[in-house]
């Protein structure tokens, strides 16, 4: 179902049984393309909520939904079984796996890597910008790699070029400022490890197998 009231540009493919709510604007061309000169794609089964803006250039899989507001920018690539919370931004140049949850208002900017099953909770803030608004910010943005099966906790702020190890799970208003290992837990300002995720009071993994259980 495709709303009326929706405005899809030229050049957007959509996949079968999808719903389009209303005031959803899909292919805006981003500055410095015309319209239809990038082709956007979204998978089957989509759901696009109200008032969510999909620029142009976006390569979108299989059951991806939005929160009302969300907005998008151009030229990502994001896979299967997606979604993306009620007024969260991705920026552009984005790559984000599958089985992906971004929850509200969080902030996602340019050249961050979100791979497969990783969470990020709401008001979660990553940056790229070491010294924003400097003369060369923009030519030296550095994006932070979130491995699989991460878990980022509500309010964190993770800063530029961080990679957070495989099923890391970083405690709600940390501020993390170094690499974390797999299979860590850790809290504070600035994060600090305080123990395995073997540690926790629920079974979180199969650490041999590296799987996600009972989450």
Same mark, same amino acid.
Request: charged fraction near 20%; hydrophobic fraction near 40%.
């Given at each position: 179902?495709?709303?009326?009231?929706?405005?899809?540009?030229?050049?957007?493919?959509?996949?079968?049984?999808?719903?389009?709510?209303?005031?959803?604007?899909?292919?805006?061309?981003?500055?410095?393309?015309?319209?239809?000169?990038?082709?956007?794609?979204?998978?089957?089964?989509?759901?696009?909520?109200?008032?969510?803006?999909?620029?142009?250039?976006?390569?979108?899989?299989?059951?991806?939904?939005?929160?009302?507001?969300?907005?998008?920018?151009?030229?990502?690539?994001?896979?299967?079984?997606?979604?993306?919370? @009620?007024?969260?931004?991705?920026?552009?140049?984005?790559?984000?796996?599958?089985?992906?949850?971004?929850?509200?208002?969080?902030?996602?900017?340019?050249?961050?890597?979100?791979?497969?099953?990783?969470?990020?909770?709401?008001?979660?803030?990553?940056?790229?910008?070491?010294?924003?608004?400097?003369?060369?910010?923009?030519?030296?943005?550095?994006?932070?790699?979130?491995?699989?099966?991460?878990?980022?906790?509500?309010?964190?702020?993770?800063?530029?070029?961080?990679?957070?190890?495989?099923?890391?799970?970083?405690?709600?208003?940390?501020?993390? @400022?170094?690499?974390?290992?797999?299979?860590?837990?850790?809290?504070?300002?600035?994060?600090?490890?305080?123990?395995?995720?073997?540690?926790?009071?629920?079974?979180?993994?199969?650490?041999?197998?590296? @799987?996600?259980?009972?989450?």
């Amino acid at each position: 179902m495709i709303s009326k009231r929706a405005v899809i540009y030229p050049n957007v493919r959509l996949g079968k049984n999808c719903t389009i709510e209303d005031f959803v604007i899909i292919g805006v061309p981003p500055r410095g393309f015309k319209k239809g000169e990038l082709e956007t794609v979204i998978g089957d089964n989509a759901i696009i909520r109200s008032h969510t803006v999909i620029y142009a250039g976006n390569k979108i899989g299989n059951y991806f939904q939005t929160g009302n507001k969300a907005n998008v920018r151009e030229l990502n690539e994001i896979g299967d079984n997606v979604s993306i919370g @009620t007024l969260s931004v991705v920026e552009h140049h984005v790559k984000i796996g599958k089985d992906v949850r971004i929850h509200t208002q969080a902030f996602i900017p340019e050249y961050t890597i979100l791979e497969d099953k990783c969470w990020v909770g709401p008001n979660v803030v990553i940056t790229n910008a070491k010294y924003p608004n400097s003369p060369n910010a923009k030519d030296e943005l550095k994006g932070v790699h979130i491995k699989k099966g991460a878990i980022i906790g509500a309010n964190s702020t993770i800063v530029p070029g961080i990679v957070v190890g495989e099923n890391v799970l970083i405690g709600a208003g940390s501020v993390v @400022t170094k690499n974390i290992p797999p299979n860590m837990v850790v809290i504070g300002n600035p994060a600090r490890v305080i123990k395995n995720i073997s540690e926790l009071p629920y079974h979180i993994i199969d650490l041999k197998n590296q @799987t996600r259980q009972g989450c």
